[in-house]
């Protein structure tokens, strides 16, 4: 019996393809150039003046480009964690000995999704645990850890321009970012629930609903059989 919902399921089937759900079902460097040959004569004058300033140019170039990068990262590196008044919420669920458990973990989890990662294998659930969180009531993430296995689903990539947990689940995933105008769209393992009733359809579905992220969620705990036990351990959803 799979531990997030009491449906015939296989439990924790990783290899599982689901088929989707139907649409009612879903609501709830540059070429080289040839270059003629400089004369004997005029080599050693005009030659290495020549190449001087081309190396200056190169050298100015590369500079610039250092430069470009570095800047770059400096702006990738420079996301200021969320603050507890940003932070929706941090929960875990998990199935200890048949009984089913939500949590409210540190909600300093939720600007690092490796320590996020640690703290659920801790948990003492019978097949892993699934955490959630909630930023800002704009997007979630939610992590599945079982054993080595973890899976990841981010609902808006766009969201890792501003905030640190939505970055790093695109370096886990070792997807690029979209830009800042791009359209939201969701990121990771969309197959995540769906040994417990959310298919991948489902999911991705619930990514694209207007509401707000924490809401989402709760539906998302209610439609694996942990609805009552999540609002008891989200302050934002009492």
Same mark, same amino acid.
């Given at each position: 019996?799979?531990?997030?919902?009491?449906?015939?399921?296989?439990?924790?089937?990783?290899?599982?393809?689901?088929?989707?759900?139907?649409?009612?079902?879903?609501?709830?460097?540059?070429?080289?150039? @040839?270059? $003629? *040959?400089?004369?004997? #004569?005029?080599?050693? =004058? %005009?030659?290495?003046? !020549? /190449?001087?300033? &081309?190396?200056? +140019?190169?050298?100015?170039?590369?500079?610039? @480009?250092? $430069? *470009?990068?570095?800047? #770059?990262?400096?702006? =990738? %590196?420079?996301?200021? !964690? /969320?603050?507890? &008044?940003?932070? +929706?919420?941090?929960?875990?669920?998990?199935? @200890?000995?048949?009984?089913?458990?939500?949590?409210?973990?540190?909600?300093?989890?939720?600007? !690092?999704?490796?320590?996020?990662?640690?703290?659920?294998?801790?948990?003492?659930?019978?097949?892993?645990?699934?955490?959630?969180?909630?930023?800002?009531?704009?997007?979630?993430?939610?992590?599945?850890?079982?054993?080595?296995?973890?899976?990841?689903?981010?609902?808006?990539?766009?969201?890792?321009?501003?905030?640190?947990?939505?970055?790093?689940?695109?370096?886990?995933?070792?997807?690029?970012?979209?830009?800042?105008?791009?359209?939201?769209?969701?990121?990771?393992?969309?197959?995540?629930?769906?040994?417990?009733?959310?298919?991948?359809?489902?999911?991705?579905?619930?990514?694209?609903?207007?509401?707000?992220?924490?809401?989402?969620?709760?539906?998302?705990?209610?439609?694996?059989?942990?609805?009552?036990?999540?609002?008891?351990?989200?302050?934002?959803?009492?």
């Amino acid at each position: 019996m799979c531990p997030f919902n009491d449906e015939d399921v296989d439990p924790f089937d990783e290899d599982r393809v689901e088929a989707p759900a139907g649409p009612d079902e879903a609501a709830d460097a540059l070429p080289d150039e @040839d270059y $003629d *040959d400089l004369d004997d #004569d005029t080599a050693e =004058y %005009d030659g290495d003046d !020549d /190449a001087d300033e &081309d190396s200056e +140019d190169d050298s100015d170039a590369d500079s610039d @480009d250092d $430069d *470009d990068e570095v800047s #770059d990262e400096d702006d =990738y %590196d420079d996301l200021e !964690d /969320a603050v507890d &008044d940003e932070i +929706d919420l941090v929960v875990a669920l998990y199935n @200890d000995d048949g009984e089913r458990i939500a949590v409210s973990l540190d909600k300093q989890l939720a600007n !690092d999704l490796d320590e996020l990662i640690t703290q659920l294998r801790r948990l003492p659930g019978d097949a892993g645990a699934v955490g959630m969180v909630s930023i800002d009531h704009q997007f979630f993430v939610i992590v599945r850890v079982r054993g080595r296995h973890v899976g990841v689903f981010l609902s808006d990539a766009v969201e890792g321009n501003d905030w640190p947990i939505a970055r790093d689940v695109a370096d886990y995933l070792g997807e690029d970012i979209p830009d800042p105008d791009d359209d939201p769209e969701a990121m990771g393992d969309f197959a995540l629930l769906s040994d417990a009733g959310i298919s991948e359809f489902d999911l991705e579905a619930f990514a694209d609903l207007d509401e707000d992220s924490d809401e989402v969620l709760a539906r998302i705990a209610r439609r694996i059989n942990y609805g009552r036990q999540f609002e008891h351990a989200s302050p934002s959803i009492r």
